[in-house]
C-alpha cells in the first residue's frame, strides 16, 4: 500500500465491517498466545495502564482490558472505532475509551507518561523516529508487534503480480528495529509465525481487492480477477490462507525519554 494517510484510512475503513472481532473464538486465541508470549518477555498487563496505538477494533485492548486497570484505544478509522465502541457497550466494558486521531497527529501532551505501556500491533501507525518517541513519552514500556518480512497469500499473489505489483510483507518490524538501533535503545524480539484462514463471498472478495488495488495506485483488472475468484469459488464461497512471519519487540525507553513532549 502507498502509505499516504488518506490511502490509510481509505483502506481500514473499508476492511472494518469484515475485521476480525476481538472476542472472535480463533481471535481470542491468537491474542491469547501473544500476550503469553509477552509475559516471558516481561511484560505483564495486570492492573496497568494501556495505551493501543492503531488499535483497530480493539483486538488487543478488549481483551486485555479484563486485566488491565485502564486501556486508551488510538485509530485513525472511525469505522474501527464504531466497532470497537459497539464491542464495549455488548461486552460492558467500563475501563476501555477510545480517541479518533493519527498517532503522528496525537498531540504528545495528551499521553506523556500516561500510561505504564504502550502497544502498537500490525499498525502502520507507528513507523517514524517521532513516532517512536511519542511512543517512550507516553509509557514505561513499548511494545511492537510488527510484519517482519513474511506475507504469503498464494490468490493475492497471483493478483498483484496481473496488475504488475508485488505482493509482499509491509516494512514493520525491520523499520522500528533500526529507529531503535538509531536511538541505542536495548530491546529484545521474538519471531513467530502466524497463519489465518478467511472465506467470503467472491463479491466481497471481489470488493476488497479493488480496495487493495486502489491504495496501491492500480486500476481493477476486473474480469481477469473475477475469473480467478471462480477457480476457487467452492459452495459459492471463496477460501483465502494467509501465512506471516511476526516479530514482537520489547523496551523499556531511558527515563529520560518520558521528560521529552513532542
Known sequence: MKG???????????????????????????????????GRMGVRFRKKKLLDIGCGTGVYALPLAASASGVLGVDSSRAMLAVYGRQCRERGIKNAACALSAWDEMPG????????????SMT????????????????????????????????LEKVYRAHGLE??????AP??????RALG????????????????????ALREIEMNMKVNG?????EEVKKMLAKRTRNGRVRQRTTVRKALIVWEPPKKAAKKVL
Open 4 to 38: 499516504t494517510p488518506a490511502n490509510e484510512k481509505l483502506f481500514w475503513d473499508s476492511r472494518a465491517r469484515n475485521y476480525p472481532l476481538p472476542f472472535d473464538p480463533g481471535n481470542a486465541v491468537k491474542t491469547r498466545r501473544i500476550v503469553r508470549l509477552l
Open 175 to 180: 523499520r522500528i528495529l533500526k529507529i531503535l
Open 109 to 120: 501532551a495528551a499521553v506523556k507518561g500516561k500510561f505504564d505501556i504502550a502497544l502498537a
Open 167 to 172: 505482493y509482499k510483507a509491509p516494512d514493520g
Open 218 to 222: 492500480a486500476r481493477l483488472k476486473r
Open 124 to 155: 502502520m501507525a507507528v513507523k517514524t523516529r517521532a513516532d517512536v518517541l511519542k511512543m517512550e513519552a507516553a509509557a514505561g514500556t513499548c511494545v511492537y508487534i510488527g510484519w517482519d518480512g513474511v506475507r504469503k497469500n498464494e490468490l
Open 185 to 204: 535503545r536495548r530491546f529484545t524480539v521474538k519471531r513467530i509465525r502466524d497463519s489465518w484462514e478467511k472465506t467470503t463471498l467472491p463479491q466481497e
